[in-house]
């Protein structure tokens, strides 16, 4: 097939024919044909050649070129596609006048695989025609060629055989493709977030593939609810959870079964959530099968479970039937931990709710008739509730609580006993009024020992005197066993740590100053990390002593200071950014 007895208007035709098919700019139709004709050309005139094509976008006439650009002579390899500038200058002498000059931008790739794009001169080896004449104005025509400028001069069109058609119809093909795909990904990578109606074409392998129109979505096995089966040419919603970019084009994945899902259609059946006026602050789902979702109202005037409710029902009704059935708990949402803890765990009672901020945990006592209600099936309830506060739920019994608080107790009253000298009344008559440990029994105000009944002043000051003399013999004790582990006087001269403490950390291996100095504060104060999906705790050095991450972080940047590592003025513009990464946040 030449090219040259084809009608002109033939390949604007097509291109705009293709374009609309596909929905895509005809312009990128006509630069996969001219990158067609430009390889069916080089398999006419070799491949060592720079053969390029240019399609007119108004009277479709396509010309031929040949590039051939200007490089130094000790970098000059192919002389098919490359000339030095004294070779170029001959070629544009020869040619003159019909020579002229118009700006090009070269693209050149360095060894790092970057692309860069620089201004250069295009030396045209022909004559000019009433088109090229504004090019010309902008060009110095007198410019000599220089590295980095371009001949061009025209090739006779080819004559394209059946090999070279099919090829420059799959070059052609494969553009397409590239421009639908890049229009697909462009079209849903904003719509993230969102719920589409699709639909269904067919399941491979449990996966469902649905019709986006144009292109296909992945519904896949572990994102459809559980109960669910459809046929070819069902309509269904889904929610659009990923798009990304991949070597087979974009990947659009749904889900069913994303907590999200289920918020958007509380946003579509509830017009106070679209408005903002109610807000879905926590949402945790068993798909299928139960879910719980936290809303607080802006509005005084509004009850949010109520308006996700609906006028008997309706509107929570039609996000359960759209879930298969599933059963949605909807719980006023509290910025107290505990209070809103006790509105998850509902239907069941609380009892006692006791919260430790800094381990993320939260134990739950309940009556001996409602643990089974708190847990739920399979430990559905507590897991749901979990997963909405954020927090590491232990529930107890009532009867349970009271074993371990009696157990507490007879260890406090051990502790005073063997330590104090102390008979089992007065030792548990210590216990009763809240003191836990020798320390607060030593340096605690001597009013506070004196509205116990039947102490006085001087049995005050005795037992501050046991307590403080039991203290001191033991900090000796911890302290000789450091130095046998190692000590050195730079860390045990550093304030801030007890003899305990010092104990501890050389048992760890840590023996001076400067070792202190390079660990980490969550190495000292313990941490969390996931392993599994789940929560594990790290123990730290020092977090027997009740020593947090802040007040590890202090000592740590203290010693560094003192090791001149730091400067002051670093210390003092630190703040939470500046906290080493707990394991989970590092990686470990």
Known sequence: MAITSANQLELLQTAEAVAREKMIDPALVIEAMEESLARAAKSRYGSEMDIRVSIDRKTGRATFTRVRTVVDEDLLENEKAESTAK?????????????????????????????????????????PTDADRGKMEAADQSHAPEEGDMLVDIVPPVDMGRIAAQS???????KVREAERDKQFEEYKDRVGTIINVAVKREEYGNLIVDLNPGEGVLRRNDKIGRESYRPGDRIRVFIKDVRREVRGPQIFLSRTAPEFMEELF???VPEIYDGVIEIKACARDPGSRAKIAVISYDSSID???????????????????????????????????????NALQPAEVTKVVLDEEAERIEVVVPEEQLSLAIGRRGQNVRLASQLTGLDIDILTEEEESKRRQAEFEERTKLFM????????????????????????AYVEMDELLVIDGVDEGTAEELQARAKDYLEAQNAKALETARENGLQDDLANFEGLSPQMLEALTVDGVKTLEEFATCADWELAGGWTMQNGERVKDDGLLEKFDVSLEEAQDLIMTA???????????????????????????GA
């Open 87 to 127: 070779g170029a200058a001959n070629a544009v002498s020869v040619a003159r006048p019909n020579v002229f000059v118009t700006h090009a931008k070269s693209t050149t790739i360095d060894e790092e695989g970057v692309s860069h794009t620089r201004d250069v001169h295009a030396f045209h080896l022909r004559k």
């Open 168 to 174: 420059a119809k799959q070059v052609i093909l494969q």
């Open 267 to 269: 946003k579509m059946e």
């Open 304 to 342: 949010p479970v109520g308006a996700c409710v609906g006028m008997r029902g309706s509107r929570v009704q039609a996000v359960v039937n759209e879930l298969q059935g599933e059963k949605i708990d909807i719980i006023p949402w509290n910025d107290d931990a505990p209070t809103f803890l006790v």
């Open 418 to 441: 063997d330590t104090l000298d102390l008979d089992e009344f007065f030792a548990q008559l210590l216990v009763s009024e809240g003191f836990t440990n020798l320390e607060e029994v």
């Open 560 to 586: 560094r200071v003192m090791l001149g590592w730091v400067s002051p003025e670093d210390v003092v513009g630190s703040g939470e950014d500046d906290v080493t990464p707990q394991p989970e946040e590092a």
